[in-house]
């Protein structure tokens, strides 16, 4: 069992670990933005989703540590931390009642900012596109069409710059 328990913490802690690391990510991409860096913002946009990759499997290998030892406490494979923790030994309880709170607020974390840098993501398309719209008239907005790709919009009968002369 205490095997079973190290390796569940070790898992817990793993996890922590790479929200953290996304999370410093989705800063530094925040950070870019509001100081207009966005030289950097594609390096920065393939780290994040590389990153979640890597928390995918740090997710997944905590499940299969949690499947275990709910298998050899004979319970379901699905049973979650809120039935398993108070069936362990009592010097094992805080630590991983801790590290299962500190995983869940750094993912509700990781998630709003994920939501903060869309919004804000989202709204310098925005406004790039009013500006491509007011240098070129006429240029219908950009949509989705039903397979889910921005159809190619047709090029202006003119030049965006015409010379003099």
Do not use: W
Not at 27 to 51: F, G
């Amino acid at each position: 069992m205490n095997e079973l328990l190290s390796h569940l913490i070790e898992a817990l802690r793993e996890e922590l670990k790479q929200y953290g690391e996304m999370l410093a990510l989705l800063d530094q991409q925040q950070q870019m933005v509001m100081q207009r860096q966005v030289a950097e913002l594609p390096e920065n946009v393939t780290c994040v989703n590389a990153q979640a990759g890597v928390i995918a499997a740090a997710r997944q290998e905590r499940e299969q540590r949690q499947r275990h030892l709910a298998h050899h406490l004979a319970l379901p494979e699905t049973t979650g931390f809120a039935v398993l923790i108070p069936l362990l030994p009592p010097d094992y309880r805080p630590l991983l009642e801790a590290l299962v709170r500190e995983n869940n607020e750094l993912l509700a974390r990781v998630q709003q900012r994920v939501r903060q840098n869309h919004l804000l993501l989202s709204h310098c398309v925005e406004l790039m596109q009013q500006l491509i719209n007011s240098i070129v008239p006429n240029v219908s907005p950009t949509t989705y069409d039903g397979t889910g790709h921005v159809p190619l919009a047709a090029v202006p009968p003119h030049p965006i710059y015409q010379a003099v002369g």
